[in-house]
């Protein structure tokens, strides 16, 4: 079996500098509703019988770009972490501390997040278990954040990763054989 992980295309979204709790957060529901711009993708295509998307629409608009109008099976278990502002605070401050604050909240099963690292990790697991069920060549659309966690867990189950990437570009992909 062949599944080749794809990061959404680049959204067309421009982030602020600074932000207030609330501006950082309603700044993460208004990325996750913006489109994705035009680009070239460089995907290895090969005979994929599914084609999996998150519900975010940047993954399936991304896989209209891929893929043109096939049918695909849009699931929340690919979706992105979600990302929030880590305490409420008046003041502005610098849009890398929101990002990072929030991914620490969330490594440490921090409530204030939506979703902590355990259950991450247990919607992961869930989509690499129905891969394996299914066992069909396949393509996967889904977010920076969250492929890192998915390819940790394919890996545990024996598949082999075609390479090891530290930062996921929008477009960036792996192939995970078994």
């Not at 990002?99 to 992961?124: P, Y």
């Amino acid at each position: 079996m062949k599944v080749i992980i794809i990061r959404h295309g680049k959204v067309d979204y421009d982030w602020k500098r600074k932000y207030s709790s609330g501006e950082f957060d309603k700044a993460c529901i208004q990325y996750d509703k913006s489109p994705i711009m035009q680009m070239s993708y460089y995907i290895p295509l090969f005979n994929v019988k599914q084609i999996y998307v998150s519900k975010l629409s940047r993954s399936r608009d991304t896989a209209m770009e891929i893929f043109g109008s096939r049918e695909f099976i849009c699931t929340e278990l690919l979706n992105e972490v979600p990302l929030g502002s880590s305490f409420n605070c008046r003041i502005e401050l610098p849009l890398w501390f929101w990002n990072v604050t929030g991914r620490i909240q969330w490594l440490f099963n921090i409530s204030r997040q939506g979703e902590s690292q355990k259950e991450t990790i247990a919607r992961a697991r869930k989509f690499v278990e129905l891969l394996n069920t299914e066992e069909y060549d396949s393509a996967v659309v889904t977010h920076g954040f969250y492929m890192h966690i998915l390819v940790k867990e394919m890996q545990k189950v024996g598949f082999r990763i075609s390479k090891s990437v530290r930062n996921y570009k929008n477009g960036d992909y792996v192939v995970a054989e078994k």
